[in-house]
């Protein structure tokens, strides 16, 4: 079993760039499919990027395309979600998590069974 735990989140201006951090105890975090989700005052936690357990494939939010990289440092045990030219739509609270089981989409929450307890972005227009 792992456990998660994610940290970088702050106050930043439009524009601006973080980085967060998913550190795993546990097990490594080669052995699961990741992900990062966000959940935003009222709505339902969406997805946001993934990272296939082979860290050969990544997969991303049209809303966040081209703007996020997910990425993983087996040394550190560790999975990140690099966030840049952020928009006040991205204030949400991220959720890392990981997935040991393949079936069903990759962007659904329910597929996942170890999360986070969550990092505040907000973002400041």
């Known amino acids: 079993q792992v456990q998660l735990v994610e940290s970088g989140g702050g106050l930043v201006q439009a524009g601006g760039s973080l980085k967060l951090s998913c550190a795993a105890s546990g097990r490594t975090v080669d052995s699961y499919g990741m992900g990062w989700f966000r959940q935003a005052p009222g709505k339902e936690r969406e997805f946001v990027a993934a990272?296939?357990?082979?860290?050969?494939?990544?997969y991303y939010a049209d809303s966040v395309k081209g703007r996020f990289t997910i990425s993983r440092d087996n040394a550190k045990n560790s999975v990140y979600l690099q966030m840049n030219i952020l928009k006040p739509e991205d204030t949400a609270v991220y959720y890392c998590?990981?997935?040991?089981?393949?079936?069903?989409?990759?962007?659904?929450?329910?597929?996942?069974?170890?999360w986070g307890r969550g990092t505040q972005v907000t973002v400041s227009s």
């Open positions: 990272l296939s357990r082979s860290a050969g494939s990544t």
């Open positions: 998590a990981a997935r040991s089981v393949y079936i069903g989409a990759y962007y659904l929450p329910s597929v996942y069974n170890y």
